[in-house]
């Protein structure tokens, strides 16, 4: 479950604008030993007889006959693991001048742990600790408590003095008339990570891409879509995916990319998502392992 934003009107001085730029759910493992000690037990059984006399002393002089048998039951020592499982969300976000991961763990069914929708949000540290504050699926306001598991610095480029037309930000954006040759770029790329081939069109402070699928997945629905605009010395943008298993289910993400080194010869970058080798969870929608930031590199196709 994610929870949506709350109405920027209510900000106070004392808030942090925050964006949230995208979320993976994961779990968490954990085994626990529970250890008990051994014990013993012994149990008798018999009859005996009993003569005897007290003396004027009062001494008491006793003899009997009689057999008892015992025996005594041994219970060793003993230990059980349990794989304790909790559902874990890491969250992108990101400030005016900070971008971060955020995290918590869903320890109970009634945690008020949750996702994030992308978009904007108030955030506040509190008594040192990170809360956002956003709407449950009732509608009740509420401050939600996370970990910040990391943080870097980012800085935020002034816009240029001179107005620049921009493009439609939409992959089906019209050719530019005035470079038809797709600026001078080449039009289909490799990546050199993951073997994937992309055709890319360059429009103005724009670029747009699309990852080339088989005629099945592409049937099925399945599609990756990249939009980025310029922005200082790189470009930043999205990654637009859908998923679709062999059953037919189907899994959509949106996470962040930034090329920051685009020649006609080589393009370098990294983006939010997870490893090659990850499985997809698709009742959950999450992948194992998570999605973390990787480096990248695509050479065009001559």
Same mark, same amino acid.
């Given at each position: 479950?994610?929870?949506?934003?709350?109405?920027?009107?209510?900000?106070?001085?004392?808030?942090?604008?925050?964006?949230?730029?995208?979320?993976?759910?994961?779990?968490?493992?954990?085994?626990?030993?529970?250890?008990?000690?051994?014990?013993?037990?012994?149990?008798?059984?018999?009859?005996?007889?009993?003569?005897?006399?007290?003396?004027?002393?009062?001494?008491?002089?006793?003899?009997?006959?009689?057999?008892?048998? !015992?025996?005594?039951?041994?219970?060793?020592?003993?230990?059980?693991?349990?794989?304790?499982?909790?559902?874990?969300?890491?969250?992108?976000?990101?400030?005016?001048?900070?971008?971060?991961?955020?995290?918590?763990?869903?320890?109970?069914?009634?945690?008020?742990?949750?996702?994030?929708?992308?978009?904007?949000?108030?955030?506040?540290?509190?008594?040192?600790?990170?809360?956002?504050?956003?709407?449950?699926?009732?509608?009740?306001?509420?401050?939600?408590?996370?970990?910040?598991?990391?943080?870097?610095?980012?800085?935020?480029?002034?816009?240029?003095?001179?107005?620049?037309?921009?493009?439609?930000?939409?992959?089906?954006?019209?050719?530019?008339?005035?470079?038809?040759?797709?600026?001078?770029?080449?039009?289909?790329?490799?990546?050199?990570?993951?073997?994937?081939?992309?055709?890319?069109?360059?429009?103005?402070?724009?670029?747009?891409?699309?990852?080339?699928?088989?005629?099945?997945?592409?049937?099925?629905?399945?599609?990756?879509?990249?939009?980025?605009?310029?922005?200082?010395?790189?470009?930043?943008?999205?990654?637009?995916?859908?998923?679709?298993?062999?059953?037919?289910?189907? !899994?959509?993400?949106?996470?962040?990319?930034?090329?920051?080194?685009?020649?006609?010869?080589?393009?370098?970058?990294?983006?939010?998502?997870?490893?090659?080798?990850?499985?997809?969870?698709?009742?959950?929608?999450?992948?194992?392992?998570?999605?973390?930031?990787?480096?990248?590199?695509?050479?065009?196709?001559?």
């Amino acid at each position: 479950m994610a929870l949506i934003c709350v109405p920027m009107a209510r900000t106070q001085e004392d808030n942090l604008h925050l964006t949230v730029l995208g979320y993976q759910w994961t779990t968490s493992h954990r085994t626990m030993t529970f250890s008990w000690p051994g014990s013993a037990n012994t149990s008798c059984s018999g009859n005996a007889s009993l003569n005897g006399y007290v003396s004027g002393g009062g001494n008491f002089s006793a003899n009997g006959s009689g057999s008892s048998t !015992c025996s005594t039951t041994y219970t060793p020592p003993s230990n059980q693991n349990i794989d304790i499982r909790k559902p874990v969300v890491f969250i992108l976000a990101e400030t005016e001048n900070s971008r971060m991961v955020l995290t918590c763990t869903r320890n109970v069914r009634w945690s008020q742990c949750h996702a994030l929708n992308p978009g904007p949000f108030l955030a506040r540290n509190d008594k040192g600790n990170f809360e956002v504050q956003a709407l449950s699926g009732k509608g009740k306001e509420e401050w939600i408590k996370y970990d910040i598991v990391q943080q870097t610095a980012i800085s935020k480029q002034l816009p240029p003095a001179e107005p620049v037309k921009e493009v439609a930000a939409s992959i089906e954006a019209p050719k530019s008339e005035t470079t038809g040759t797709n600026s001078g770029f080449p039009a289909r790329w490799k990546s050199m990570t993951s073997g994937t081939i992309r055709t890319l069109r360059f429009e103005s402070e724009y670029i747009y891409g699309e990852a080339v699928l088989s005629e099945p997945a592409a049937k099925a629905g399945a599609f990756s879509l990249m939009e980025v605009k310029k922005d200082g010395d790189k470009y930043a943008g999205k990654v637009n995916t859908r998923l679709v298993s062999q059953d037919g289910k189907s !899994c959509s993400f949106s996470s962040p990319i930034e090329l920051t080194l685009v020649t006609p010869e080589r393009i370098e970058g990294r983006g939010f998502m997870p490893p090659p080798n990850a499985k997809v969870d698709w009742n959950a929608c999450t992948f194992t392992p998570t999605a973390d930031w990787q480096t990248f590199a695509w050479i065009p196709i001559r």
